[in-house]
């Protein structure tokens, strides 16, 4: 058979074609193939950042799960020292107002005790949880005399009936001395020694002749460096010149709550 010139050339050109056709198919397979290898990789990279993200988040539940526990801990411990501290706060002012019902009540004794010094200048008063029995000098001591005379005799021996009924009770005394200078009183050379030298006495008649335990008692000279009156006048150094005995209850129990 034999084919016409025009039929050949036109095989030719559909030869042509095809080839044509599937050298572009094969360009584009490949950029597919290519696509899909990129799109397999984006895959991988999505599938390990979802799984990184699912790791994170998986350690977000459970801090917050451990940050709830543990808050719910802390505030428990809380709850339970707040209820600690204030029984505590409740027996510390269980104390107190044990104190101050003794302070008063002892203050009421020696009020009474020493009712008929009053007039010589004796006072008793509370101060800062502490009672302070107030006696100026024309109640002890003769002037410049360090000698207790027979009346403050009399008045230390009531005070020291109600310190013997009182064991838990401190003593403190002191002695106070107005600013004028000492003059002409031998051994003694000024303020500071009389005020400490008084103050010794009445500490050494409260032990030797009263029997008021010695453990119990501290004396201290403050001279003329505590006044009670700044006015320079006869009458503000009459109240500066005294012997000061400060009763202060034991407050062991108190100490060992606050401890």
Do not use: C
């Amino acid at each position: 058979m034999v084919m016409s010139t025009k039929k050949y050339k036109q095989l030719l050109a559909d030869k042509d074609s095809i080839a044509a056709g599937w050298d572009a198919a094969k360009v584009k397979i490949q950029s597919l193939e290519e696509e899909i290898v990129k799109l397999k990789a984006d895959t991988a990279n999505l599938n390990q950042r979802i799984a990184s993200l699912s790791s994170s988040l998986d350690d977000v539940n459970n801090n917050y799960a451990k940050l709830r526990t543990n808050s719910s801990t802390e505030i428990r411990k809380l709850a339970d020292d707040l209820q600690k501290r204030e029984a505590r706060l409740k027996e510390v002012e269980e104390v107190l107002r044990k104190r101050d019902e003794a302070t008063n009540a002892l203050k009421n004794k020696l009020q009474k005790a020493l009712l008929g010094f009053a007039e010589n200048g004796l006072t008793v008063e509370i101060k800062n949880g502490k009672v302070y029995v107030s006696l100026t000098d024309k109640l002890l001591f003769s002037s410049g005399s360090i000698v207790i005379d027979e009346r403050g005799k009399q008045a230390l021996k009531e005070l020291a009936k109600v310190l013997n009924t009182q064991p838990e009770i401190n003593i403190a005394v002191e002695g106070h001395t107005d600013n004028q200078r000492v003059v002409n009183l031998g051994q003694i050379k000024d303020n500071w020694d009389l005020s400490v030298l008084r103050a010794t006495s009445v500490t050494r008649f409260l032990i030797d002749e009263q029997k008021v335990d010695a453990n119990r008692l501290t004396a201290t000279g403050k001279g003329e460096f505590q006044p009670v009156e700044n006015l320079n006048t006869t009458e503000a150094r009459s109240k500066n010149r005294r012997i000061e005995i400060i009763l202060s209850p034991k407050l062991d129990e108190l100490y060992n709550l606050i401890q």
